[in-house]
Antibody
């Protein structure tokens, strides 16, 4: 059974870059699935950030596209999120997930706070 | 972007009640819809995918129905562990979007 685990700094300074990694275990990142990032500001709803296929093909939410890069490292069986020029509005729980059609397996999430 | 509108936004109910939550899409999405349950501080848990398919391990009191623009999540007999927030999520077209959530509280 595939499991996903997010990791990265819990605190990022304003105007800096948020960088997270999602480690995939119990399965290969080269399988026929998309690998996604979502986020949820405290007390608010869920937002899709974007996704990547093992080939490197990506899709991003237009609301974040100018600041987001998602990459994959098949040798390490993980994928990553970079979000640049962050502000307090980017403070959120960040989740990575595997998407198989409308069936999604979620990581446990990691809280990232943007503050000086 | 496709908008998903859930109703109600909040709901008070009792153990044993039958509860229905609806999700309306701003355009047709076929059956590309999932329902999640989320408890505070936890990741969303998949209940239903492809509009009506029950995720493995999810109790049969949960069911989903609908297609195109109108979808329903039904809990046939509420249990204490069901009090949580529920979200619908469309995978039909980019950007993927969520409903605003329905908070189910104990009456």
């Amino acid at each position: 059974q595939v499991q996903l685990q997010e990791s990265g700094p819990g605190l990022v300074k304003p105007s800096g870059t948020l960088s997270l990694t999602c480690a995939v275990s119990g399965g290969s990142i080269s399988s026929s699935n998309w690998w996604s990032w979502f986020r949820q500001p405290p007390g608010e709803g869920l937002e899709w950030i974007g996704e990547i296929y093992h080939s490197g093909s990506t899709n991003y939410n237009p609301s974040l596209k100018s600041r987001v890069t998602i990459s994959v490292d098949k040798s390490k069986n993980h994928f990553s999120l970079n979000l640049s020029s962050v502000t307090a509005a980017d403070t959120a729980l960040y989740y990575c997930a595997r998407t198989d059609g409308s069936r999604t397996t979620w990581g446990q999430g990691t809280l990232v706070t943007v503050s000086s | 972007a496709i908008q998903l509108t859930q109703s109600p936004s909040s709901l008070s109910a009792s153990v044993g009640d039958r509860v229905t939550i609806t999700c309306r899409a701003s355009q047709g999405i076929s059956s590309s819809l999932a329902w999640y349950q989320q408890k505070p501080g936890k990741a969303p848990k998949v209940l239903i995918y492809d509009a009506f398919s029950l995720e493995s391990g999810v109790p049969s009191r949960f069911s989903g129905s609908g297609s195109e623009t109108d979808f329903t999540l039904t809990i046939s007999s509420l249990q204490p562990e069901d009090f949580a927030t529920y979200y619908c999520h469309q995978f039909s077209s980019y950007p993927y979007t969520f409903g605003q959530g329905t908070k189910l509280e104990i009456k």
